[in-house]
């Protein structure tokens, strides 16, 4: 069994892929700029103008703020929960609150309180980046999963 560990152990670092490009360096300017983008795109979400599945896809990437990378998450939750919404009027003006302070709270750049950040690190348990997805990426996971 020792073996088989260590033979898989190897094969994983023999088939890690390097991403081509490295991170990109992140000033705060720039991690304040992503906030505010993030807070604009929640306050669209909640008006109605922008849906859950596109403002996902607007939300900064790659970012080293776990601040906007737990909007991602906030999001999904609030697209999630769209029956409750509908059947429970207190839960939906709950998370709406909850989604509007987020939203005040980014547009002035500032970052999330600590406890939100830190009870979805606590529910996802790992860091919330989440990877740039194209072909290279999909197949290193793919190979890894099948212990190739």
Known sequence: MKLLSQIVDKLNRLLYVEPKVSAPEFTEEDIIAERKKAGELFFSVL???VSVLEALKKLPKATPDDSINVCFHILVHY????DIRKKDPLYRETQD??????AETLQRGEMLPINIINEYN??????????EINKK???ARLKKSINI
């Open 47 to 49: 008006a109605g103008n």
């Open 79 to 82: 697209a999630a929960d769209e």
């Open 97 to 102: 609150d909850f989604i509007l302070h987020a």
């Open 122 to 131: 606590d529910f996802y348990n790992g860091n919330l980046i989440y990877p």
């Open 137 to 139: 990426t999909i197949i």
